[in-house]
């Protein structure tokens, strides 16, 4: 016997990393109303059927019929889901009794009724049936329309025993071949797992923020001047003085030109400095978000997707340095706008990746500094700031001497007066013009933003709306497993009649992510399989990688060992909490892998942590591969003969049975 080892099995107190769970909140798919009607409740469990998650689908299909909903349809999916996944041996006595139960309804079917045929093929499979025979039992499943068709093909696999084993086994596996793609799988698989996009946000826009001196300095200032101009105006014109009059309305034409222009000047060059400041490299590094937190992840997200949007030709050192600015003024608006929201920052990913892919846009197009050509003053504004300049002065000039001449005291201080108020008072003008300014503009940018965000987010959603269903998520797992336990046969040269059971534990491997729909059991990206094949000369063990986004698996170990070598089989922990199956061998250290993770984060108001835990084990085959392996640690070799005997008479009396209704 090989030696066991527990290479890429969690062991011990090992954590198994998975990424925060996803659940599709806004999806009613595997969600009943308050009063169900019988229809619903069938519904619903035929979801769950295409989910593997049999337990529930026949107690779901049982509480139907026993409101009276027994169709035909309604039958054959009750044998279905009772045998999926199971031997005839391994039915209890009650569920043989329901079995003959729906049996004796044959002799009054329709036999036009296409779910009446089908029921009429898969009571004739329980049957022994010889080599000449097996043909005609395959071509009558084949004459079925393809839902009765594929159900067969896709439940019982396991069923059968004897001649006919071997040639439903291979047309399984070449059904879970050619769908393992289907649907463009590969192209959508990914989306499962992608969680719901946050829909976009930007800032609000400050309002206008002048300060309380400016607006006293403003009004005070040009109060005064206006009254110290007034009072240089009116000896000017009783004395009948045209030179120093005009010389007075020139350097007023002048004053106003110039505030004009030192208006727009002086918003330029503010303007240009925000500008700047936000693409400017940092001078320190800052300090990292506390570990585990929304900016922590934001910071994460932002590293990662400048890191893989390099532009073309670009070295990515010299991306990086001359992005830092950019990089944390970009990571500060994102954090500020969802921060309190409680939105997971997987939600905003998409946000992330535009805003990085329009930086490195403009990198390309070379329009990350377009603004200092935008900004720069223009002609005009230099014409009107330095020539109003020039005419107050020469206008100033002109009529100070004439004006100081007439009213020497009166005339000097009025002029002084007027300089020293019109100076603090254009300075806070400029910054309440600039103020105002800057909100129009903020108004145009946050608009021009928000319409580019929201069209890249509906571009998102679009890539999105063709995220697949949990029944397709299922189907694709379950071709994988028949495939994969065909390769293990294939690997040790095993018909499938060699091999009297083959069962599967599934876990999460780590550092996958996950998801789910409400009231649905978790789906993974990437799996970890211990895969058993029961044979008459003992377990064949093969514990494999499988990612799931790509179906490809790997080979991780292999075991051959006896029945009598397997001491113990169990399963630690709680369902809600943690839970770990657990394999000992009397002559190895025990095996163990992590079935279930903490899950209270993800539970909604309408869910059990409890019933979630149920469905996800029941869709992962635990149930079944615990009732095999712990046949086989509690009999040893014993169990096959043991598991035949108990149940060959009941089968005798069933086959009798059914062999008197369908003749």
Not at 101 to 123: R, T
């Amino acid at each position: 016997m090989t030696a066991p080892t527990t290479a890429n099995i969690a062991q011990g107190d090992a954590r198994v990393g998975i990424q925060a769970g996803v659940v599709h909140g806004n999806i009613n798919f595997y969600r009943l109303p308050a009063n169900p009607s019988p229809e619903e409740q069938f519904t619903l469990a035929l979801k769950y059927l295409e989910a593997r998650v049999r337990e529930q689908a026949r107690t779901l299909i049982e509480k139907a019929v026993a409101a009276g909903y027994a169709t035909t349809e309604v039958q054959f999916y009750r044998v279905i889901a009772l045998l999926s996944g199971r031997t005839l041996r391994q039915l209890e006595p009650e569920e043989l009794d329901r079995l003959l139960s729906i049996c004796a309804s044959l002799p009054h079917l329709d036999e036009h009724d296409q779910w009446a045929a089908g029921l009429k093929v898969v009571v004739r499979l329980l049957t022994p049936v010889s080599d000449a025979e097996k043909d005609l039992r395959v071509k009558e499943i084949d004459a079925l329309s393809r839902p009765q068709r594929d159900a067969i093909y896709g439940h019982l696999e396991a069923l059968l025993e004897g001649a006919i084993q071997d040639e439903m086994w291979r047309r399984s596996v070449a059904l879970a071949e050619s769908r393992r793609a289907d649907n463009d799988r590969f192209d959508r698989v990914w989306k499962f797992f992608h969680p719901v996009p946050a829909q976009p946000r930007t800032l609000p826009v400050q309002p206008p923020a002048v300060p309380l001196r400016d607006r006293l300095r403003a009004a005070v200032g040009a109060t005064v001047f206006a009254l110290a101009v007034a009072k240089l105006i009116v000896p000017v014109v009783t004395g009948g003085m045209v030179r120093p009059l005009l010389g007075l309305l020139a350097g007023l034409i002048g004053l106003a030109a110039f505030c004009v222009a030192g208006a727009d000047r002086h918003y330029r060059a503010k303007r240009l400095r925000e500008k700047e400041a936000r693409i400017r490299p940092p001078r320190q590094r800052r300090s990292e978000a506390p570990a585990g937190g929304f900016a922590r992840k934001v910071d994460r997200l932002f590293d990662r997707y400048f890191r893989r949007y390099v532009p073309s030709g670009t070295d990515r050192g010299y991306w990086l340095e001359q992005t830092a600015g950019i990089r944390r003024h970009l990571r500060d608006e994102v954090v500020e706008l969802y921060r309190e929201q409680r939105i997971d920052a997987e939600r905003i990913a998409w946000l992330v990746r535009y805003l990085v892919g329009d930086v490195r846009g403009q990198w390309e197009r070379d329009t990350l500094t377009v603004h200092r050509q935008q900004l720069r003053n223009p002609g005009r504004t230099n014409s009107f700031y330095f020539g109003g300049l020039s005419l107050l002065a020469a206008g100033t000039l002109w009529a100070a001497p004439a004006i100081v001449a007439r009213a020497p005291l009166s005339g000097s201080c009025w002029l002084l007066l007027a300089v020293i108020s019109v100076v603090p008072a254009s300075r806070s003008l400029f910054r309440i013009a600039a103020e105002r300014r800057r909100v129009a503009d903020d108004h145009v940018e946050r608009d021009t933003k928000s319409a580019a965000r929201w069209e890249a987010y509906h571009r998102w959603c679009d890539k999105l709306s063709d995220k697949p269903s949990d029944t397709e998520m299922a189907a694709w797992l379950e071709c994988d497993r028949k495939v994969l336990v065909n390769q293990a046969m294939q690997q040790y040269r095993l018909h499938p009649s060699d091999v009297i059971a083959h069962a599967f534990i599934e876990a999460p491997a780590p550092a996958c992510k996950k998801a789910r729909y409400p009231q649905g059991p978790w789906r993974y990206s990437r799996y970890q399989l211990l895969l058993f094949l029961l044979t008459d000369d003992g377990v064949r063990q093969i514990n494999i990688a499988l990612d799931f986004e790509t179906a490809a698996s790997r080979l991780t170990q292999r075991l051959n060992y006896r029945f009598d070598a397997v001491a113990a089989v169990r399963i630690d922990g709680v369902a809600t909490q943690q839970q770990t199956f657990e394999l000992t061998l009397f002559n190895g250290e025990p095996m163990s892998m992590r079935v279930s993770e903490p899950d209270n984060e993800t539970i909604q108001h309408d869910e059990s942590a409890s019933k979630i835990a149920e469905l996800s084990l029941d869709a992962a085959g635990l149930s079944h591969t615990l009732h095999v392996l712990e046949g086989v640690a509690a009999e040893g070799k014993e169990w096959v003969k043991h598991r035949r005997r108990r149940a060959d008479e009941r089968l005798t009396h069933l086959a009798s049975a059914i062999h008197g209704l369908i003749e």
